[in-house]
């Protein structure tokens, strides 16, 4: 499978993984402001994006086998790997896999169990209301629930028609991949530096789920953003490019 991406700037690669409904379009800031001293990488996950041809897997692990064959195809070698939401579901599972090859690792908006437990609605609801209601009701319903102001946010707009964008089956298999997915075993393992980013706004990952990352990856380093929810990059996208910067910024 060849995803599509989005690519700019030179040096190090650094590969972003967008999340559930999401797109590598989102990441147009991040592309811009961290192109000056990195190769960076935005794929579009199997039916999203503009990847929308494909119906989309219904493991992290084959989400993760996707990304991986994208990087190889451009002849990347070690690589800084950072996801968002069910993106960071997919690069933790990437980073246990492939760990001689990822030189660190930033775990923005998720958490190490699929199920997110007290997520603004269970997993089961989502594919409920998906089968009623449509990819393009249950895009908008849920854009707004990443943003501290909802559907008034400033990036709002952008992220619910990215979020329109996704191939039905898609939206419905990637909601099977996340319940069933638990990468908790895997955390004790991942020995790369890591920075965990929040929003101590977000609806969708809760402290419990940032909690067992900060406390089960080794050294893992954690930065609170105040004030925003789970589209955080969108929300506050200087003081969330500054933290990922000081992080990528060799010591």
Not at 24 to 37: K, P
Not at 51 to 61: K, Y
Not at 202 to 216: E, T
Request: charged share 15%; aromatic share 8%.
């Amino acid at each position: 499978m060849n995803l599509p991406y989005l690519r700019a700037g030179a040096g190090t690669p650094l590969v972003l993984v967008h999340g559930y409904l999401g797109a590598s379009a989102q990441w147009q800031d991040q592309l811009a402001a961290f192109a000056r001293t990195h190769d960076v990488i935005a794929p579009d996950l199997p039916g999203f994006g503009q990847a929308t041809a494909h119906p989309g897997p219904t493991r992290i692990a084959d989400f993760a086998s996707a990304v991986m064959a994208c990087v190889d195809g451009l002849g990347v070698g070690n690589f800084v790997l950072m996801g968002h939401s069910m993106g960071g579901m997919i690069v933790q599972e990437i980073a246990a896999r492939h760990m001689d090859r990822i030189d660190a690792l930033l775990l923005y908006g998720t958490g190490p169990l699929g199920l997110m437990p007290d997520r603004f609605e269970p997993i089961e609801t989502s594919m409920a209301r998906l089968e009623a209601d449509g990819v393009v009701a249950t895009a908008d319903r849920i854009s707004a629930t990443w943003f501290r102001d909802g559907a008034a946010a400033p990036g709002y707009l952008p992220t619910r028609g990215f979020a329109r964008m996704a191939h039905p089956t898609a939206a419905h298999n990637a909601l099977i991949a996340m319940r069933d997915w638990d990468g908790r075993a895997a955390l004790t393992q991942l020995s790369m530096r890591c920075r965990i980013l929040w929003g101590d706004q977000d609806r969708s990952y809760r402290w419990p789920q940032i909690s067992a990352l900060w406390n089960g990856i080794p050294g893992a380093e954690l930065s609170v953003i105040a004030g925003a929810s789970h589209a955080a990059h969108m929300e506050k996208p200087k003081l969330f490019n500054a933290i990922v910067q000081d992080f990528l910024r060799p010591s």
